[in-house]
């Protein structure tokens, strides 16, 4: 690995204000600098557990200023973007789920018109080079430019080791055609469980991405959602280790 690769890492939810502390502070001690939790889940099923809301934000600002971490969440909507700014979040991303709807986008891009901050756009679940470019584009158009694309791999029919096949090549075209983006791997929506990721972080840095955006919990198997698929912080620290 020629340069040290970003790291975002943080659980898949933002769950209660001690499970966010707990598991920031572990992540702080490794090294972390940008903490991920997302506060509005976008679930595949209604009646799961959709995020906590608005109430996350005071956890994530003690994140911010007791642990001098940048925080990270997913907006999804103009009022997602409308709380995450009010709330002074320091980025957010774009879901798969979103990033497959040119209408969403283009709302959220033009609620995020004016403002400076980094957005991280997730691959569309269904693997569309056009759409995810597309996606860019958008913010692009409202003036947008911090933009770093997130390969979290494609949603397919046939059953796959992954919960999420990576598909490099879509990732590898995308940088190919937008090579002035920061480009970041999700192994964790990618793998869908937590045995796979060492491999897929080796994948990902060896193709020669620019860091990696990873699920870590303080409890894996009591997290509210994708359990399977996150690292207590002491995991990742081996996987990390083994990096160097
Ligand atoms: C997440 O990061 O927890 C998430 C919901 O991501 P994705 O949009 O990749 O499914
Ligand atoms: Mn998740």
Not at 126 to 153: H, K, M, S, Y
Request: charged share 20%; with cysteine; net charge negative.
């Amino acid at each position: 690995m020629n340069k040290t690769p970003i790291l975002i890492a943080g659980p898949c939810s933002a769950e209660t204000e001690e499970q966010v502390m707990t598991t920031a502070t572990a992540l702080a001690r490794l090294g972390i600098t940008i903490f991920r939790a997302g506060i509005w889940k976008p679930r595949t099923r209604p009646g799961c557990f959709e995020g906590v809301g608005t109430i996350g934000f005071p956890w994530l600002q003690r994140v911010q200023h007791e642990l001098g971490m940048k925080v990270v969440v997913e907006v999804g909507n103009p009022h997602h973007v409308e709380e995450a700014l009010k709330a002074g979040v320091d980025k957010v991303w774009i879901g798969a789920r979103t990033s497959a709807n040119p209408f969403a986008v283009q709302a959220v891009a033009e609620a995020l018109r004016g403002t400076d901050i980094p957005v991280l756009v997730k691959n569309p679940i269904n693997p569309d080079l056009e759409l995810w470019l597309g996606a860019l584009e958008r913010f692009q158009r409202q003036g947008i430019n911090n933009l770093t694309a997130v390969l979290r791999g494609f949603s397919c029919y046939e059953k796959t080791i992954y919960r999420n096949p990576p598909l490099w090549d879509i990732a590898l075209e995308l940088r190919r055609r937008m090579p002035e983006l920061t480009f970041l791997c999700d192994p964790s929506h990618i793998c869908g469980r937590r045995d796979l990721i060492p491999d897929v972080c080796r994948q990902a840095l060896d193709l020669g991405f620019d860091g990696l955006m990873i699920e870590s919990h303080c409890t894996p198997d009591a997290a509210w959602s994708d359990a399977a698929q996150q690292l207590t912080p002491d995991a990742l620290a081996d996987i990390l280790a083994s990096l160097k």
